[in-house]
Structure formats: structure tokens, C-alpha cells
């Protein structure tokens, strides 16, 4: 099997992605910013039942730094690359997000084709498609792109973006024959294999922990992390995903308040703190005024989007799990890790 590069293995998404490249056959290398981390990634490994031994390899490597990314991509096939800062609220400035996530990108490309990679996926996000357009009736599809010169446009859709572009500049203008493609995942649920907190589980941990009165009319695509994980390596190896993107979502998409429900209809006595009604778009905006997260939510009020993944599934026969069983699993890795109040 082929050695595979995974950037940011301490990650939700990047643990997952070792896990099932492992269970594969593949070997792995993968980075993290601080190798003192390499015990809990371990540790996550066995979480989800594979002793890794040395078929996996740690090396430090920042996305904001050159050093590391020669030496991570040495003798690797492909690269998955994860790693992007997302986080919990606004960053004080936009380019807290966006140069280390399309520098950090350009880095990984450079070490890649360097490195004589076949081929690279790189996680971008539907942030990067759905937003700055408008109201559209039709869902989204890969051939859009957000607008990140538009006012409503945050500072992570803006970095998704301005990354993602980056990215297949990179490959038409000095790619060689390094091949690229990319990911598109809307919101990532799903179980964690460990007691970090992705921004999606930090959502569902604050629905249960009942933090909240109520919640804003908001909606998003909701995604199993095992099922993006699965589209990566699809898209890894599929001859017809080179050069292509792919949206990652599992059904339509859902208000929050539909989330809360489903937590409480299949979470037991674990779901009965989640809010049971809407809050008025106009009691949002005022909490906007002193709330980041009310704040960064006053964009997205009442506005109706949805997307498809009918190309993923039509070219590299992906065939995710139910958003409801996304949402559930990340409500039952809360339980068993003890990260719930009370």
C-alpha cells in the first residue's frame, strides 16, 4: 500500500483520517504543530480500535512556517491536507485565518510536488462555494464559488476561499504533474476519539448542556466526519477525481432548532437540556451586540441554502450516513468522554 501524508493529525478530522488510512493498509506520516502531542494521537487511534505501532510517524510541521514540509512529504504518494485554523469565534483580524490557511496550503503543494507526490486532497469547506451569492433556490453545486469580496462574508469563508483558490492556482501555473483535489464538507459531526472539541462538537456540547434558551434561525449541512474521511480516500486514489472538487453533505440542510430535536428525541435523558424553541431574528441581533457568537450569526438569519453531494456519490460511489446518525454519534462521543455540565 501507498505512504500517505496527513496534515494536522490532532485534528477531528485528520485523527479519522489516520484511522482509516491504517485500517487500509496504508503507512502514515503525519504532523502536528507540537509533537508532545503524539501520545494523545495514539491514544486516539486505539479510541477507535487500531494499534498503530510503526506503520505511523509524527513530524512537526506549522502551516505558518517552511520548516518540516520537505522532510513530511519525502517518499509519500499523496497527501491529505487537512490542517486549517478554524475558530471557536471572530478572530480579532481576518488574517488571523487567511494567510495561514492559504500560505500554510501553497506550503503543503510546494513539499508535495517537490516531493514527487502523485496526487493531493485538500480539505476546503462549503464555505468556500455558498456564501456572498445571494438567495438562490436551486442547491449549490461545485461550480460555485463564494464571493469573499462581499460585506456578509466571514472570515472563515473568506480564508476557505481565498485557500481553495489559491490552491488550483498553484497547480495550473506550477503544479508540474502533481495532481490536486478538493473537498468541500459542509458542517462535520460525528463521533470525536478524544476529549478536544472541533467547532461542530462544541455546538452540540452547548445544545446539550443547555446554555441556551433557544436558538437562532440558522440553517447548514450537517456531514459524519468517518463519511468525509471516506470521501477524501475516494478522491485520493479515483481516477476521475483528478482535478475535481466534491461537496460533502449527508441530506438537506437543517435549522438548528431540527438539530436540537434530534437530540432530544434519540439522546434520552442526555438530550432533554437541548432549547425547544427559536429565538426572534431582532432578540439575535441584539445580543449581536455584546455576543460573538450571536454576532457571527446575524449573517446567516432566516436564510434558506442547501447543497448536493449527488456528484460524489455519482463518480466515486460515496454513499454517506444519515445527518440524524452524524448528530446522534456526536452526542454519544460527548457522553462518553464526560465533556457534558452536570
Known amino acids: 500500500m501507498s505512504r500517505v501524508l496527513v496534515t494536522g493529525g490532532s485534528g477531528f478530522i485528520g485523527s479519522h483520517a489516520i484511522l482509516q488510512?491504517?485500517?487500509?493498509?496504508?503507512?502514515?506520516?503525519?504532523?502536528?504543530?507540537?509533537?508532545?502531542?503524539?501520545?494523545?494521537?495514539?491514544?486516539?487511534?486505539?479510541?477507535?480500535?487500531?494499534?498503530?505501532?510503526?506503520?505511523?510517524?509524527?513530524?512537526?510541521?506549522?502551516?505558518?512556517?517552511?520548516?518540516?514540509?520537505?522532510?513530511?512529504?519525502?517518499?509519500?504518494?499523496?497527501?491529505l491536507h487537512v490542517a486549517s485554523p478554524l475558530p471557536q469565534g471572530q478572530p480579532k483580524h481576518e488574517d488571523e485565518l487567511i494567510i495561514p490557511a492559504r500560505d500554510g496550503t501553497l506550503r503543503v503543494l510546494r513539499a508535495a510536488r517537490d516531493a514527487g507526490v502523485r496526487r493531493v486532497v485538500v480539505t476546503s469547506s462549503f464555505a468556500a462555494i455558498g456564501y456572498g451569492r445571494g438567495v438562490q433556490e436551486a442547491p449549490f453545486d461545485e461550480t460555485g464559488w463564494t464571493d469573499p469580496t462581499r460585506p456578509d462574508v466571514q472570515a472563515y469563508m473568506?480564508?476557505?476561499?481565498?485557500?481553495?483558490?489559491?490552491?488550483?492556482?498553484?497547480?495550473?501555473?506550477?503544479g508540474g504533474g502533481l495532481e490536486l483535489s478538493v473537498i468541500n464538507?459542509?458542517?462535520?459531526?460525528?463521533?470525536?476519539?478524544?476529549?478536544?472539541?472541533?467547532?461542530?462538537?462544541?455546538?452540540?456540547?452547548?445544545?446539550?448542556?443547555?446554555?441556551?434558551?433557544?436558538?437562532?434561525?440558522?440553517?447548514?449541512?450537517?456531514?459524519?466526519?468517518?463519511?468525509?474521511?471516506?470521501?477524501?480516500?475516494?478522491?485520493?486514489?479515483?481516477?476521475?477525481?483528478?482535478?475535481?472538487?466534491?461537496?460533502?453533505?449527508?441530506?438537506?440542510?437543517?435549522?438548528?432548532?431540527?438539530?436540537?430535536?434530534?437530540?432530544?428525541?434519540?439522546?434520552?435523558s442526555a438530550g432533554k437540556r437541548a432549547p425547544r424553541f427559536t429565538l426572534p431574528d431582532w432578540m439575535v441581533r441584539l445580543a449581536a451586540v455584546r455576543s460573538p457568537m450571536a454576532k457571527a450569526s446575524v449573517p446567516l438569519l432566516s436564510v434558506v441554502r442547501?447543497?448536493?453531494?449527488?456528484?460524489?456519490?455519482?463518480?466515486?460511489?460515496?454513499?454517506?450516513?444519515?445527518?440524524?446518525?452524524?448528530?446522534?454519534?456526536?452526542?454519544?462521543?460527548?457522553?462518553?468522554f464526560g465533556l457534558l455540565r452536570g
Open 21 to 79: 488510512l491504517l485500517a487500509a493498509g496504508h503507512e502514515v506520516c503525519a504532523t502536528l504543530r507540537n509533537l508532545a502531542r503524539e501520545g494523545e494521537v495514539r491514544a486516539m487511534l486505539k479510541e477507535g480500535g487500531v494499534e498503530a505501532g510503526g506503520h505511523v510517524s509524527f513530524i512537526a510541521a506549522d502551516l505558518q512556517r517552511d520548516a518540516g514540509w520537505a522532510e513530511a512529504a519525502a517518499g509519500c504518494e499523496y497527501v
Open 306 to 336: 442547501n447543497a448536493t453531494s449527488e456528484k460524489a456519490m455519482r463518480v466515486l460511489g460515496w454513499s454517506p450516513r444519515s445527518a440524524d446518525d452524524a448528530i446522534v454519534a456526536s452526542g454519544e462521543s460527548l457522553v462518553k
Open 158 to 174: 473568506r480564508s476557505k476561499t481565498l485557500a481553495e483558490r489559491a490552491a488550483w492556482d498553484f497547480i495550473a501555473r506550477e
Open 185 to 268: 464538507p459542509t458542517g462535520v459531526f460525528g463521533p470525536t476519539l478524544g476529549p478536544d472539541l472541533s467547532g461542530s462538537l462544541a455546538l452540540i456540547k452547548g445544545l446539550m448542556d443547555g446554555i441556551m434558551p433557544g436558538v437562532p434561525r440558522i440553517c447548514f449541512g450537517v456531514v459524519d466526519v468517518r463519511d468525509v474521511v471516506d470521501l477524501h480516500i475516494r478522491a485520493m486514489t479515483h481516477p476521475a477525481a483528478k482535478g475535481e472538487r466534491f461537496i460533502a453533505v449527508s441530506g438537506d440542510f437543517m435549522w438548528l432548532r431540527e438539530i436540537a430535536g434530534v437530540l432530544q428525541a434519540r439522546m434520552g
